[in-house]
T-cell receptor
Framework: GIQVEQSPPDLILQEGANSTLRCNFSDSVNNLQWFHQNPWGQLINLFYIPSGTKQNGRLSATTVATERYSLLYISSSQTTDSGVYFCAVYYNQGGKLIFGQGTELSVKP | GAGVSQSPRYKVTKRGQDVALRCDPISGHVSLYWYRQALGQGPEFLTYFNYEAQQDKSGLPNDRFSAERPEGSISTLTIQRTEQRDSAMYRC???????????FGQGTRLTVV
């Protein structure tokens, strides 16, 4: 089956710093989502981005489907950005969302 | 409803008991998904439905796990004869169609003692 790999696995930032999270996938996908799992365990939708670039405030995402990767950019990080960031891909004509193992981000004040 | 609702939020059960986890999807969403997430891992696919039809149950780990969605809305995930290894966060998601943006509920934290 498809492999979804996220890097780095862990990241520690000082408040105000910028970061880039990467998601690589091993096969063609139909769609891709980025989620933030907050410290309370809730999965929050960030982006639904099969291709191209989207921005939402301090966050933006780019997916290059032909090269099988997606990037999540966080600018001017805040302590509330802490948590685990997951990418997930729809593959094989939709149906299943396959998740990566996540990037755990800790933003220090 | 406004979002995906799961109940109970927390469930502690004794080994060998059966449990039923409920998911109420976003109103009008035809696709419904179940996932299981162990600590420190990403969510793993269990099964999904389009309307009342179970389209894929390849992720159910064994025959103690089953799911239904009889009227194409609320779904129940049932685990029979629970074992300690079943302890995890169980997540439900829904979407307006197959392969379209999915939204997750808050999950049910199951602990088998």
């Amino acid at each position: 089956g498809i492999q979804v790999e996220q890097s780095p696995p862990d990241l520690i930032l000082q408040e105000g710093a910028n970061s880039t999270l990467r998601c690589n996938f091993s096969d063609s996908v139909n769609n891709l989502q980025w989620f933030h799992q907050n410290p309370w365990g809730q999965l929050i939708n960030l982006f639904y981005i099969p291709s191209g670039t989207k921005q939402n405030g301090r966050l933006s995402a780019t997916t290059v489907a032909t090269e099988r990767y997606s990037l999540l950019y966080i600018s001017s990080s805040q302590t509330t950005d802490s948590g685990v960031y997951f990418c997930a891909v729809y593959y094989n004509q939709g149906g299943k969302l396959i998740f990566g193992q996540g990037t755990e981000l800790s933003v220090k004040p | 409803g406004a979002g995906v609702s799961q109940s109970p939020r927390y469930k502690v059960t004794k080994r060998g008991q059966d449990v039923a986890l409920r998911c109420d999807p976003i109103s009008g969403h035809v696709s419904l998904y179940w996932y299981r997430q162990a600590l420190g891992q990403g969510p793993e696919f269990l099964t999904y439905f389009n309307y009342e039809a179970q389209q894929d149950k390849s992720g159910l780990p064994n025959d103690r796990f089953s799911a239904e969605r009889p009227e194409g809305s609320i779904s129940t995930l049932t685990i029979q004869r629970t074992e300690q290894r079943d302890s995890a966060m169980y997540r439900c998601a829904s979407s307006s169609g197959q392969g379209v943006e999915a939204f997750f509920g808050q999950g049910t934290r199951l602990t088998v003692v």
